[in-house]
């Protein structure tokens, strides 16, 4: 039976369409069903928030299986993963804030493939000095990666289908920065792995992430899982929900007397409360 995920971030409470995705995943793993903390960004989680997603799973009746894993206590399984992978050559530093890159696109804006990074550090000569004073990230070097692992792997969704990537899909992305020592690709194919998940639950919105990720599995040799990229809960006017818009919270379903369980069961069958809508992006197999 597949074992599946919810990661939430605490960066606020949780709303329908986190309802719905938990749903999804606890559904489909059949009894096996982990829970992690997606806590890497420090300047926007609260531990409140970690409290409050605890309420809401319990108050869905959605019990996570086994120890909950918190994403800030495995620092050092990030930091051995990007070591790794310094020593054979495929990550650089990149110096580039965000305004180096509007640039850089603006002036080159086909030197990389797609909306991807356009390579401004990648031939940097090695510079300890600077790396000892200047703020950086730390990028995949994809073609190198690409080498190593005779191109792209693409991935089977629940449903058989099997997905390619093309380049357009895939860019030098960070692994690492000052502020937040693992990108969400390094820490989620480490803990995917790490909690034993065999399928991936997700919304639609991260299949563009599943490319990248890919590749980080076959260079860290870590399983290949399969993915359920579902649809995505949206208000009836098709806009996203979202934590920053104030999206209709769980706790305040909870608290004008919606029944927990009876919402998930409603969501399993595909059948949402008036005044939602679903939404499903496109991608080309």
Same mark, same amino acid.
């Given at each position: 039976?597949?074992?599946?995920?919810?990661? !939430?971030?605490?960066?606020?409470?949780? =709303?329908?369409?986190?309802?719905?995705?938990?749903?999804?995943?606890?559904?489909?793993?059949d @009894?096996?069903?982990?829970?992690?903390?997606?806590?890497?960004?420090?300047?926007?989680?609260?531990?409140?928030?970690?409290?409050? $997603?605890?309420?809401?799973?319990?108050?869905? @009746?959605?019990?996570?299986?086994?120890?909950?894993?918190v994403?800030?206590?495995?620092?050092?399984?990030? #930091? #051995?993963?990007?070591?790794?992978?310094?020593?054979?050559?495929?990550?650089?530093?990149?110096?580039?804030?965000?305004? +180096? $890159?509007? %640039?850089?696109?603006?002036?080159?804006? =086909?030197?990389?493939?797609?909306?991807?990074?356009?390579?401004?550090?990648?031939?940097?000569a090695?510079? !300890?000095?600077?790396?000892?004073?200047?703020?950086?990230?730390?990028r995949? /070097?994809?073609g190198?990666?690409?080498?190593?692992?005779?191109?792209?792997?693409?991935? *089977? %969704?629940?449903?058989?289908?099997r997905?390619?990537?093309?380049r357009?899909h895939?860019?030098?992305?960070?692994?690492?920065?000052?502020?937040?020592?693992s990108?969400?690709h390094?820490?989620?194919?480490?803990? +995917?792995?790490?909690?034993? &998940? /065999?399928?991936v639950?997700? @919304?639609? +919105?991260?299949?563009?992430? *599943?490319?990248?990720?890919?590749?980080?599995?076959?260079?860290?040799?870590?399983? %290949?899982?399969?993915?359920?990229?579902?649809?995505l &809960?949206?208000?009836?006017?098709?806009?996203?929900?979202?934590?920053?818009?104030?999206? !209709?919270?769980?706790?305040?379903?909870?608290?004008?007397? &919606?029944?927990? !369980?009876?919402?998930v069961?409603?969501? *399993?069958?595909?059948?949402?409360?008036?005044?939602?809508?679903?939404?499903?992006?496109?991608?080309e197999?």
């Amino acid at each position: 039976m597949p074992v599946t995920r919810f990661a !939430p971030s605490p960066s606020g409470r949780l =709303h329908l369409g986190h309802a719905f995705s938990a749903a999804m995943a606890a559904d489909a793993g059949d @009894g096996t069903f982990r829970l992690r903390i997606d806590d890497l960004d420090p300047a926007r989680s609260r531990p409140e928030y970690v409290d409050g $997603i605890m309420e809401d799973l319990d108050w869905l @009746g959605l019990s996570p299986d086994g120890e909950v894993m918190v994403e800030s206590e495995r620092l050092d399984r990030y #930091a #051995a993963a990007l070591e790794e992978l310094k020593d054979r050559g495929l990550v650089y530093p990149c110096f580039c804030t965000r305004a +180096d $890159i509007a %640039e850089a696109m603006l002036n080159a804006p =086909h030197g990389d493939p797609g909306h991807h990074y356009p390579g401004t550090c990648r031939r940097l000569a090695p510079d !300890p000095a600077r790396l000892e004073a200047e703020p950086h990230s730390w990028r995949l /070097d994809v073609g190198r990666a690409l080498e190593e692992i005779g191109g792209l792997p693409g991935w *089977t %969704e629940r449903d058989g289908i099997r997905f390619r990537s093309t380049r357009d899909h895939v860019g030098d992305a960070i692994l690492s920065r000052k502020d937040a020592p693992s990108s969400y690709h390094l820490a989620c194919v480490l803990d +995917d792995a790490d909690q034993g &998940v /065999d399928m991936v639950v997700r @919304g639609a +919105d991260l299949r563009p992430s *599943t490319p990248i990720q890919r590749v980080l599995q076959q260079l860290l040799c870590l399983p %290949e899982p399969t993915y359920f990229h579902h649809k995505l &809960v949206t208000h009836e006017d098709g806009k996203r929900l979202a934590k920053r818009d104030k999206a !209709p919270t769980l706790e305040a379903m909870r608290a004008d007397g &919606v029944d927990g !369980p009876a919402l998930v069961e409603s969501l *399993t069958a595909q059948s949402l409360p008036l005044g939602f809508a679903f939404h499903e992006p496109t991608w080309e197999a």
